[in-house]
Structures are given as C-alpha cells and as structure tokens.
T-cell receptor, first 114, second 113 residues
Framework: SAVISQKPSRDICQRGTSLTIQCQVD?????MFWYRQQPGQSLTLIAT?????????ESGFVIDKFPISRPNLTFSTLTVSNMSPEDSSIYLC???????????FGQGTRLTVV | GENVEQHPSTLSVQEGDSAVIKCTYS??????FPWYKQELGKGPQLIID?????GEKKDQRIAVTLNKTAKHFSLHITETQPEDSAVYFC????????????FGTGTRLTVIP
C-alpha cells in the first residue's frame, strides 16, 4: 500500500482559531477521506475529498466548519474552523486506489483546543 | 445505515495465549470486513480482511471468521506476543477500500509478558 504523510502530527490551538491539516500520498489515489477519532472512541467519517470538486460531507459535518480541498490525486487538506474544545480529536486522512484495493491511513493529527 | 458493534472493549491475555475479538453488523448488504490495528500515536493499519464469499481467512497467527447468516465476524490471534498490544478495530462496508467503511468501537488488547 502507499504511504500517507499528515502534517502537523499534533497541535495545541486556541479556541476560535482555525487549523489546516495536510495529507500527502506518495502515489496517485482514487479516493481520499477524512475521519475524526475522538479520545478513546472509534473512527467517524467526516467527508470524502473529491478531486477537482466540492467534498461530500457526512451527516453532522458541514463545509463551513470543515472545509476540504483536493487539488490533485495525491494531496488534500482539512481545515477545522473556529475551533472549540469539543473539536479536540485525532483527525485521520485515508485513501485507496479504487477497485478491490484496501484502505490505508495516515498517522493522524492529534488536535487539542484550549 | 450500517451499525457495527465490537466486543470486548478491553482484553488482557498472557503472552502465548489466544485472543478473540467479536463484531456484529446490521446491514446485510455489507460484504467487506477489514480489521485494523492501531498502535499508540499511529494511524490504523490493515492486518487482515475478508469478503463475504469466504467464511475464514488466515495469515500466520491471525485469522478472521465470518458468519453471514448471523451477521458476525471475529478476529483470532494465536500465540500472542507483547507487540500485539494495540487497539483493534473491525469495520464493515458494502465496498472494498476506504469508501463507506463503518467502524466498531475498538478493543484495547494488552498482552502481558
């Protein structure tokens, strides 16, 4: 499987500010996704990052709060806007190459909002 | 939508013993069932997966079984080692890959040396 690099790996942010997380894959992929993993909990899909078009958001997540970009087949960003302590989570980027290929994940970005 | 339940939430075993983690799913359309291992500070890593046309799959010390009728699947780790200590997630999807994956709540496995 390919390698996904996420930046930053962790950050501590003030409430009311925004943080952009970058996800870089070392080869072209068909699909890219963003997940949230709250402390001690499972993974919840935020959105599918569509190349060249607007992201597709899951129920409970909106573009104004989590704007996503995907300018090409190897890169995507997730912004967490106007942060509150409830946004403290691990944010994970995921991708696959389509067809019968498996999903693989980045190492995650651990966000703490104070 | 799909609902995946996972048990137990924590599991401690002695080194060398076996560990079993069980998951149930609700959507009969699900046909792909991966298992992920997440070590501290890392992202989930696929360790084994199974598709609904297969009842069992094995890879060295790891095996997964699937019962489509009962809608449950299990992860079996034999001869556990301390490096098996991690959080394990099951997932279900109606597609292969990262699309439409529904995750269980995770099992924290501790292997005691």
């Amino acid at each position: 499987s390919a390698v996904i690099s996420q930046k930053p790996s962790r950050d501590i942010c003030q409430r009311g500010t925004s943080l952009t997380i970058q996800c870089q894959v070392d080869s072209q992929v068909t699909m890219m996704f963003w997940y949230r993993q709250q402390p001690g909990q499972s993974l919840t899909l935020i959105a599918t990052a569509n190349q060249g078009s607007e992201a597709t958001y899951e129920s409970g997540f909106v573009i104004d709060k989590f704007p996503i970009s995907r300018p090409n087949l190897t890169f995507s960003t997730l912004t967490v806007s106007n942060m509150s302590p409830e946004d403290s989570s691990i944010y994970l980027c995921s991708a696959d190459r389509g067809g019968d290929t498996e999903a693989f994940f980045g190492q995650g970005t651990r966000l703490t909002v104070v | 939508g799909e609902n995946v339940e996972q048990h137990p939430s924590t599991l401690s075993v002695q080194e060398g013993d076996s560990a079993v983690i069980k998951c149930t799913y609700s959507d009969s359309a699900s046909n792909y069932f991966p298992w992920y291992k997440q070590e501290l500070g890392k992202g989930p890593q696929l360790i084994i997966d199974i598709r609904s046309n297969v009842g069992e799959k094995k890879d060295q010390r790891i095996a997964v079984t699937l019962n489509k009728t009962a809608k449950h699947f299990s992860l079996h780790i034999t001869e556990t080692q301390p490096e098996d200590s991690a959080v394990y997630f099951c997932a279900a999807s109606d597609q292969t890959g990262a699309n439409n994956l529904f995750f269980g709540t995770g099992t924290r496995l501790t292997v005691i040396p």
